[in-house]
């Protein structure tokens, strides 16, 4: 084969889009009108300091120069990232890698059940429908997947907040741990976690919705498909047949959409935790946003950027497993 | 198979019944009303026959495979009986089973072969799992049976262990065919049912599996059930041919009387309106009308409608089964008369069309050599390179050489029509000649001028590259998505004559395309001119198409397959048309076919050439007569062997009692095609330099425009000094 190997061709690509993302936010974050310099001096104003005193303050503890070139600013960024240093957080005044490392296990604790449950219901529920196709659970499910997928998940989660928490007073309107109860593994901070934790998931379930559709036209297709009618006329078993036939076929295609909705639900994080004062990567983004807090900001872009782009590679490097026609144009076909 | 006198005697010897069908009928509910698409059919196979059942698409053959084996789709109901009959054992009644025991009568004793073996295996399994999963889940040793399969697939000429290790996606459409076969066969059946199991595939790849079949069935003691709608394909397979009209069985007999002395009506149409190679082209005549709807299948007998013999008693009384002996059986009131009325040979009439056709052609030849074409094609190459990626900076790409240097000239109210199988680069051709396709290498001149250096350019004062896109237009094969579904027929049809003939006014447009719509058969016009695409039939479609393509005025038009998306009746009726218009438009045809008797039909009509493309070059062109019964390519032989004939035995040549001509009945690979010459891998007569050198085109005949690539028409080439390369143990013989 004459051609590079296209699994470097792909990883290449991977760090060229890393690459230009990265530039692009860290452009757009410097262009964005005014500066950590003015947010910082702005909020001590308001607690009664006096402005040059503030400036004063604000400057002794600024770690970057807000007035930099931006060129500079960036090959500077640049260094320093390959480097594994992804700067100090001017507001929160300490090293963005730390602020990151404990923001995220909350994030990825919400997103993989959020993730998981609604992929769960979406097949569950789309091979249902489409092995009743036509009838009432069909056409019941599919008003329900309709619905849900057509409600903006703050809006649910804003439902959710109001009757759930503020009304029934089931869940805690707020937080991502009980407070008084130590940290660590016992069952009454894992049940305090979990508590917290589930009106953000359920609001994202609306992602099942998109899902079960998706499975049910698979499971359609597949269904009716000549490679099922001949397996069941020689005499398979039903076991073989809907495992290995339906599922595993109608299943293929949910993996891409599985990989891509990680993309969205970390994008989805910023509002969601902000509803839920929840303190995740999502809810440090917008503070420091806020607070034109440059290297926070950045560093919260890179690692969702990181992800995402990381989650597509996976899903391209492992579909040829998966689906064997996706093997690449290494197969030797004839 | 040939069916001589002797093997007529021993198949009527083994006339024991193995399956039996009494008074079938399948039915839908539909909302439309009860749709029966079986209708009372009785009919025996006999124990080591090979049965063909014939007949149009919707004719209820699908459906009549599906009940032999109760596998009738949701929600078809099934009733009447079917009765299968093992050796030295109880009679089973198949409808009668329960699960369990229909799950060891399917594929253990009966099994079948589909026509979408393309969607036949789960993709994403190997091909070796689907025979463990069936040996497992009919409690077979696997190990045992794996041996068996691969003697199967040895005996169908793949190799086992490379076929066995891949995915069916890996396979092309014959190996995958050869493999479902292959499976249908593991659990030793005794009754193999295929429906249409060569429909999807080139007619080189149709006629070796026919031929694989004939040594599968006598190998392994098969009875088999072929269900197609192609007669002659299945012409010297079959023992026994029943015609299968509105979901009937119309007539059954041995293949040798269904051939020279059918009975009913319908199937001497039938015969008579399917293109082959021997028949006089003028005795090719269409069935008037078309199918019945299931669900208003007429009155009495079914074919009433579109038969010249019918009478009051046919409105009224459903024929039964006529004996016109002990062996055939005809559903007609008056078969009798049938051979009077729709006479096989017009010997009457075609007196004068055999000297006819061998008039035209000469003449146009003569005066065409000293004229200047109208498109000329010189060294054409259009090389695909396979996709480049972004970082592929370093690599060379892979090429797929579509086209790999030809050079072809077109006259003046000429007709080319390019032959070979699917993924030869004949399509790839066809649009480099209208330009539609940009070729990579030699030039392409209409009139006398590169079409791509006035496209370039802008246009050199005479001719502007608006002039050349107009005179060259295309008609597609499938008229359903080349007409946009939003507009009428009227909006689509008086595009071309605003753009082109902005002197008509409204109603001078709308004159001239009633005219024309009536002219093609499409009447009442006014009510046509209103309708949108879906509102047409198949047929009707492609004429709009044809016509819309004609109002161009064009010299020349690419005809891609114009006619294999029509029903079989339909398309002799389509060819005529196309060359109806061709007088009348003055225009040149560059006709597209995989079938060489439809190529035939228009060549010979239209006094044109047949070039016959294998794996990207022009391997032989010339007149009808002298492709069809001089061929000197060896290729050209091949597809000449692989077109079936209606006649049997006694009008085949020598080539066709013998065995395959090809060696290898797979096509290479086009993106690494073979060194010197092309065909060498397959070709029966290929020797040494034939790996090394590539035949350049030699006058291959005395008549004037007949060229061959092949070193054979050389006398003194050093072809026959050279050794041959042909293995005879390898050779695929049928």
């Known amino acids: 084969m004459a051609t590079i190997d296209w699994r470097i061709r792909r990883l290449a690509q991977t760090v060229f889009t890393v690459w230009a993302v990265t530039t692009l936010s860290f452009v757009l974050v410097r262009l964005m009108p005014g500066n950590p310099m003015g947010a910082m001096v702005r909020q001590l104003e308001q607690q009664g300091v006096d402005p040059v005193r503030a400036r004063q303050l604000v400057e002794l503890r600024l770690t970057i120069d807000p007035n930099e070139p931006i060129p500079i600013a960036y090959v500077d960024y640049i260094v320093n990232v390959l480097s594994g240093n992804l700067g100090q957080s001017v507001y929160y005044a300490e090293p ?7 923001a995220m296990p909350w994030t990825l604790f919400v997103l993989s059940w959020s993730l998981f449950i609604s992929f769960f219901i979406g097949i569950v529920a789309g091979a249902l429908m489409a092995y009743w196709e036509g009838g009432k659970f069909d056409v019941g499910l599919t008003s329900w997947a309709i619905l849900m997928g057509s409600i903006p998940y703050y809006v649910l989660a804003f439902l959710l907040l109001i009757f759930l928490a503020y009304r029934l007073n089931w869940f805690p309107t707020s937080g991502r741990a009980p407070t008084g109860v130590p940290a660590g593994f016992n069952w009454p901070f894992i049940k305090g976690i979990v508590h917290h934790a589930t009106l953000p998931v359920l609001s994202m379930l609306v992602a099942s919705g998109v899902a079960s559709l998706g499975m049910r036209g698979n499971s359609i297709r597949v269904l009716g498909s000549d490679y099922l009618r001949v397996a069941r006329l020689r005499g398979l078993s039903d076991t073989t047949i809907s495992t290995q036939y339906i599922a595993r076929n109608a299943v293929l295609p949910m993996y891409t959409s599985f990989l891509i909705s990680i993309g969205e639900m970390f994008g989805g994080s910023v509002v969601l935790e902000q509803v839920f004062q929840y303190r995740g990567l999502g809810y440090y983004l917008l503070a420091a946003t806020y607070q034109r807090d440059y290297p926070l900001m950045m560093g919260g872009f890179v690692l969702i950027t990181v992800a995402v782009v990381l989650a597509l590679l996976i899903a391209d490097l492992t579909y040829g497993l998966v689906d064997p026609r996706a093997g690449g144009q290494n197969s030797d076909s004839y | 198979m040939t069916i001589s006198q002797t093997d007529y005697e021993s198949s009527s010897a083994k006339g024991e019944t193995i399956m039996e069908i009494r008074n079938a009928s399948v039915s839908f509910d539909m909302e439309r009303g009860d749709s029966r698409v079986l209708d009372s059919v009785d009919l025996d196979v006999h124990r080591n026959e090979v049965l063909g059942v014939v007949g149009e698409s919707g004719s209820g053959k699908s459906m009549l495979a599906s009940a032999l084996l109760d596998a009738i789709v949701d929600p078809g109901v099934l009733t ?24 060891e009568f399917r594929w253990e004793q009966v099994s079948m072969v589909f026509q979408g073996a393309m969607s036949s295996f789960n993709p994403v399994r190997k091909i070796s799992t689907h025979f463990i999963e069936t040996l497992n889940a009919h409690d077979y040793n696997v190990e045992e049976g794996m041996e068996r399969a691969q003697q199967l697939l040895r005996d169908l000429y793949l190799d086992p262990e490379r076929v066995l290790d891949a995915y069916p996606h890996e396979l092309s459409g014959g190996m995958k065919q050869r493999a479902l076969i292959a499976l249908s066969l593991i659990l030793e059946p005794e009754v193999l049912v295929m ?39 299945i ?8 015609v299968m009209y509105a979901f009937e069985v119309a007539e ?19 015969l008579k309106s399917t293109p082959n190679l021997e028949s006089p082209i003028d005795e090719m005549q269409p069935v008037e009308g078309s199918a019945p709807d299931p669900v208003n299948v007429p009155t009495g007998c079914s074919f009433h409608p579109r038969c010249p013999l019918a009478d009051d008693t046919c409105k009224m009384n459903d024929p039964e089964a006529y004996n016109v002996d002990a062996t055939h059986h005809v559903h007609c009131h008056h078969w009798e008369e049938s051979a009077d009325a729709i006479p096989m040979t017009e010997s009457s009439t075609s007196v004068e069309s055999p000297t006819d056709r061998i008039d035209r052609p000469t003449t146009r030849a003569t005066r065409r050599s000293g004229d200047q074409p109208l498109v000329s094609l010189d060294d054409v190459e259009v090389h695909f390179e396979k996709e480049k990626g972004f970082f592929d900076f370093f690599s060379d790409p892979e090429t797929v050489k579509a086209v790999d240097g030809i050079s072809l000239d077109i006259y003046e109210q000429d007709a080319v029509v390019l ?26 001149n209409y009139r006398g001028e590169d079409i791509w250096d006035v496209h370039d350019s802008g246009g050199s004062g005479t001719l502007d590259w608006g002039e050349i896109r107009r005179s060259l237009q295309i008609v597609h094969q499938d008229p359903g998505s080349s007409l946009n579904p939003h507009r009428r027929v009227k909006t689509s049809l008086e595009e071309p004559l605003k753009r082109w003939h902005d002197d008509l006014d409204g109603n001078d447009r709308k004159q001239r395309i009633l005219g024309l719509l009536d002219h093609v058969g499409m009447s009442p016009p006014e009510d046509y001119f209103e309708r949108y695409p879906h509102q047409l039939s198949g047929g009707e479609q492609q004429r709009v198409a044809i016509i819309r393509a004609m109002l161009m005025n064009p010299d020349l038009i690419l005809a891609d397959e114009p006619v294999s998306a029509l029903d079989v009746s339909l398309r002799v009726e389509m060819m005529d048309l196309m060359i109806q218009l061709q007088e009348m438009f003055d225009t040149s045809y560059l006709f597209i076919s995989h079938d060489l008797s439809n190529a035939r039909y228009i060549a010979e009509k239209t006094g044109g050439r047949i070039g016959v493309v294998y794996l ?61 010459c092309h065909y060498h891998t397959r070709c029966p007569e290929a020797r040494e330099v034939c790996k090394t050198d590539s035949p350049a085109s030699y006058q291959a005949s005395d008549a004037e425009s007949h060229r061959a690539a092949c070193f054979r028409t050389l006398e003194d080439h050093e072809y026959w000094n050279s050794d041959s390369i042909v293995d005879e143990e390898e050779s695929f013989d049928g």
């Open chain 1, 96 to 102: 963005v890698t730390q602020i990151l490392a404990q």
């Open chain 2, 616 to 676: 990207g070059e022009l391997v032989e062109i010339g007149p009808p007569e002298q492709i069809l019964h001089n061929p000197q390519h060896p290729y050209t032989q091949a597809l000449r062997w692989a077109t079936p004939e209606l006649e049997l035995a006694a009008g085949m040549g020598d080539d066709q009692t013998g065995g395959s001509p090809i060696r290898n009945i797979d096509i290479p690979d086009p993106t690494n095609p073979p060194s010197g």
């Open chain 2, 419 to 444: 032959v070979g199988e699917s993924g030869c680069g004949k399509t790839t051709l066809g649009k480099a000649a209208v330009g539609l396709q940009r070729p990579t290498g030699g030039s392409i």
């Open chain 2, 195 to 233: 429906d249409e199991p060569t429909a999807a595939l080139d007619l080189l790849m149709q006629r070796s599996i026919i031929s694989l079949l004939q040594q599968i069935q006598e190998r392994y003691d098969l009875t088999i059930v072929f269900i197609t709608h192609d007669l002659p394909l």
């Open chain 2, 235 to 242: 012409a010297d397979l079959t023992d026994r041919i029943a």
């Open chain 2, 252 to 270: 059954l007999g041995p293949t040798e009387e269904m051939l020279e002395r059918p009975a009913h009506p319908y199937t001497r149409l039938l």
């Open chain 2, 80 to 103: 009447g009986d079917v009765t299968y009959y093992p050796k030295n054992e109880t009679p089973v009644d198949v409808l009668d089973l329960d699960k369990q025991e229909l799950k």
